[in-house]
């Protein structure tokens, strides 16, 4: 029991393990909000859980620097990043709500109400929202309130008050429990264990439930077995193998052709859209004649057409690791715009995706020739669903952000004066045609060498205008031409390799450039990927010992 000096101090500021208990309530408030959440989600769609709600409100409301950055610095994590930033804020605020609601009851309404409401508006706030997506964050603000009033000790009225007056101030811990206020005043003397217990047994509820829902919502939203279940119609016109002088055997080059598994993943999903291709559609429509809409099994019934292509993509640094290499297998796009009949004065062919990104690709780029598809298959296989499964659009040339929806669901044929797409309201280049690149694989970055003849190679780039030469040089020397590989395509890199006669000790500087099709040499001005695509030659240093 308190004696009287820890009573004075108790009323003033709580002992420690008050306020540490308290600082439980409202973790365990928090936990149950995120855990009933995502287990509504499970039942409304995975991308209303109201985490993932703000943490895509975050991505689309964030600053193109701020997207550059953490793109730069977290790359793939990217995602993982920001819900641990988010699980992390909403610990702490969590943290302040318990004590806070403890001393004005009315907060313990009152904030969860606001984490509501902020999930609820990020929700709806989707370019693809229902209105039930604003049920899952209600819910959880719903269940926070109802664990606070659980585990807050209640205020009763003093035995002698009036029951609808206002609630007299009951000072904690005023000594040995009476017999007829026994509950209440047991409650607030022993804060600490009763209440950290129960908040202990929210928490690991929430944890039961957040798993639960999140199983439930996989289970409900799995398109692996419609996936595993597809098979490929064989292409109209097969493309040869790729020539095997095409690929050089130097170990540490990239390969020519990417491992899907390890093919670049760029975008803004927070949650994988999961499309059934049984559900999937697509409409072309807009300013065309024919306003058309496909089913799975119509595109699958199209002549499909093979393209060995290099996707790459603007947020990649000069020598940066966002571009990858595959065959892909699609239904060509300029037959289907032609039977919808596109209408004079359109310019941008404007892709949707399932999870309402917008990508614009000027249709001149569409239509002059070169191999735009409607992507169904990578290397072979079902596109995965990080890659867009089961339709995205490719068209070589053009970087992944104005060429490449996955997810899609949508063409409207448009104008650029018409219509921003999503990265172009953020600034970038509306047209974002693919800069002539260049990087050195082997030796990697700050490798030790041995003096003597050096293996010099990498991969060179200007998709569809396409690589006529590399050339390399050692600590600003002469520029000398790199062999090539053989030549598998303008849509396709071009690996090379070069040897560096007699490197002698010490810590050298190898640079690289390429030269287009047009006979245009790589730009030397180091530009940042913001707003064009970077520009700059790779270089590596190296030691030879
Ligand atoms: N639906 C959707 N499609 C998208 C994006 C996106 O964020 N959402 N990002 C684009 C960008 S910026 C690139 S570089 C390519 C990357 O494709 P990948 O992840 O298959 O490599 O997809 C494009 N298509
Ligand atoms: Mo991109």
Known sequence: MSNDVTTVRARRRPPARVLLARIAYGIAAACAAVAVGEAAAAFVRPQAAPVVAIGSAAIDLAPTPVKEWAVRSFGTSDKTVLLTGIYTTTGLLAAALGPLAARRRAAATVLPAAFGALGAWAALARPDARPTDALPSAAAALAAVAVLLLLLPHRRPHPTARPSGPEPQRPTGTGAPGPTDAPAAAVDAHPGRRGVLTAGAVIALS????????????????????????????????????????????????????????????????????????????????????????????????????????????????????????????????????????????????????????????????????????????????????????????????????????????LEVTTFAARDPYWVQRGWDRTGEVRTASRIDVPAAFARVQAGDVTVAGTAWATHRGVAAVEVRVDGGPWQEAALAADAGPDMWRQWHHTWRSATPGTHRLEVRATDAAGAVQDETRRPPFPSGATGWHSTVVTVH
């Open 207 to 410: 944890a039961g439930v957040a798993s639960g829902g999140r199983y439930l919502s996989e289970r409900r939203n799995d398109v692996s077995a419609a996936r595993a279940a597809l098979t490929l119609p064989p292409p109209a016109r097969p493309l040869p193998p790729p020539a095997s002088p095409a690929a050089l055997p130097i170990p540490g080059l990239a390969p020519l052709r990417t491992p899907v598994g390890d093919f670049y993943r760029v975008d803004t999903a927070l949650t994988l859209p999961r499309i059934d291709p049984h559900d999937w559609t697509l409409r072309i429509h807009g300013m065309v004649d024919h306003p058309v809409e496909l089913s799975f099994a119509d595109l699958l019934a199209l002549p499909l057409e093979e393209l060995d292509h290099t996707l790459s993509c603007v947020s990649s640094e000069v020598g940066g690791p966002y571009v990858g290499t595959t065959r892909w297998l699609g239904a060509p796009l300029p037959a289907l715009l032609r039977r919808a009949g596109v209408r004079a004065g359109a310019d941008q062919l404007l892709g949707r995706s399932q999870d309402g990104m917008t990508i614009g690709t000027p249709l001149e780029c569409v239509l002059d020739g070169r191999t735009a598809l409607l992507a169904v298959a990578m290397d072979g296989a079902p596109l995965p669903v990080a890659h867009g499964f089961p339709c995205r659009s490719v068209v070589p040339g053009l970087y992944g952000y104005t060429s490449a929806t996955k997810w899609l669901v949508d």
